[in-house]
């Protein structure tokens, strides 16, 4: 069936530093792909999404690209904050199930 | 428009006990879901609803009832608490499986 996967955390990084959370996906047909942050003690929301091969969503400063070649969608930030501590979901081609996987944390030290 | 509303917020429970965590929309989704958080193993989906009168088991829905008698309203009922179900349920809902609406949470501890 649909599926994503999403490299393990936690991610440590400085701030300032480049992050890259990988996510690769299994799917019928091109479906959109999203992810997801959660701030502490909040629930998830959207952080961007691409709906179409080649696309690029983009929010915040982090950006992700729709590669249908290499079934990815891994997500970039030029330079993280701490701000930007949070978990990050790579949310899976959607059914009725919508199943997401543990997530990614990342940690941003000044 | 206050998107997804979860109450109690914090709950303590006894072992054994039964409550209900509520769930209210007002963006007139169809789907409505519940999940549970716990360290390292991400959201877990315990049931779902495509619409009023339809629910159905998740990944996770020993112990836990849900019910849809309308569109907005989507609750979940702890038949008999255990500690097992110490955790962080969130509930969330989408128009069209496209952008998912999650509430702020519910922390729920049973001792």
């Known amino acids: 069936g649909d599926s994503v996967t999403q490299m393990e955390g936690p991610v440590t990084l400085s701030e300032e530093a480049f992050l890259t959370i990988n996510c690769t996906y299994t799917?019928?047909?091109?479906?959109?792909l999203f992810w997801y942050v959660q701030y502490p003690g909040e629930g998830l929301q959207l952080l961007l999404k691409?709906?179409?091969?080649?696309d690029k969503g983009s929010n915040k400063g982090f950006e992700a690209t729709y590669r249908k070649e290499t079934t990815s969608f891994h997500l970039e930030k030029g330079s993280v904050q701490v701000s930007d501590s949070a978990v990050y979901f790579c949310?899976?081609?959607?059914?009725?199930?919508?199943?997401f996987g543990a997530g990614t944390i990342l940690r941003v030290k000044s | 428009n206050a998107g997804v509303t979860q109450t109690p917020k914090f709950q303590v429970l006894k072992t054994g006990q039964s409550m209900t965590l509520q769930c209210a929309q007002d963006?007139?989704?169809?789907?409505m879901s519940w999940y549970r958080q716990d360290p390292g193993m991400g959201l877990r989906l315990i049931h779902y609803?495509?619409?009023?009168?339809?629910?159905d088991q998740g990944e996770v829905p020993n112990g836990y009832n849900v019910s849809r008698s309308t569109t907005e309203d989507f609750p979940l009922r702890l038949l008999s608490a255990a500690p097992s179900q110490t955790s962080v349920y969130f509930c969330?809902?989408?128009?069209?499986?496209?952008?998912?609406?999650f509430g702020e949470g519910s922390w729920l501890t049973v001792v």
């Open positions: 969330a809902s989408t128009l069209d499986r496209n952008t998912i609406y």
């Open positions: 799917a019928t047909g091109y479906p959109s």
């Open positions: 691409a709906t179409k091969a080649d």
């Open positions: 949310a899976p081609p959607y059914g009725n199930k919508l199943v």
């Open positions: 963006m007139n989704h169809e789907y």
């Open positions: 609803s495509v619409g009023a009168g339809i629910t």
